[in-house]
């Protein structure tokens, strides 16, 4: 026998199919169902029965820094209710059960992540996203302290860059996308300095490091002489730590002093 059917959802909307599958409840609360039936001969039926739409979680999440060096946040922004259970899953590398968490994955690329929310009443929510882990630059150099005459020689020992960014600690700069070599500068100084020199390494994720190089000021050798009969004494310029003297460019002495009789 041909059966026409009606629905009443509780929603004051009225559905004519058979079957009603997957239907989505906008809030919670207490729906009362109708169910009216009709056969072709004009024989009608009505069926009723109250459903309880309980409260649901909402998964979903935002996400810090993405870079393969560092641990990635992801955090919660969803709705949650009474009782509510988490479980994130990194891409199958790891799981997590915390409402926020942090993963720092195995390399660089397209990562799943998926999020589901679990509430106590036994309903739940799941959500999927796609985020690209980036690659992380490592920063680090090598240099020397100079004196005033010569110039400092960097050695970049950075990994996972493609481009580098001087920053020497007197106002100048300098770019290049040598991965490996050495970068000269020389610094005009009035007086032994220190310079803070940073170096920034570039690719989807930088990093910088920063150290210290010290150029020195080339001492003063200028002396000063006085005789007393027989007797010469030598007066070079005081402040240095060894002083080095030479007669008629074949014996020397080496003192401590700036003195020498």
Known sequence: TEITSLWDLGEQTLYSKTNILGKTYSKDSTYLIKLFTQTKNNCKDTAEKQITVHPAPQADFTTGI????????FI??????LNT??????????????ENASYMFSNAGQKTIKLIAKADNNCNDTIEKIIEIKVQAKAEFEAKDVCESDSVIFTNKSQDADEFLWKFGDGHYSKTNLASGETRHKYQ???TTTFLVTLVAKSGCSDSVTNPVTVNQNP???????????????????????YKWKFNNKDSITVTTENYI
């Not at 993405?66 to 946040?73: F, R």
């Not at 919660?76 to 209710?81: D, L, M, R, S, V």
């Not at 259970?85 to 059960?97: G, H, L």
């Not at 003063?220 to 060894?242: C, I, M, V």
């Open 76 to 81: 919660f922004t969803g709705k949650k209710i």
């Open 66 to 73: 993405t870079c393969s060096k560092t641990k990635t946040d």
């Open 220 to 242: 003063n050798s200028d002396f000063t002489s006085t005789q007393n009969g027989d007797k010469l004494t030598l007066k070079a310029q005081s402040g240095y730590n060894n």
């Open 85 to 98: 259970t988490f479980e994130w899953n990194f891409d199958n590398e790891s799981k997590a059960y915390s």
């Open 189 to 191: 100084i009035p007086k």
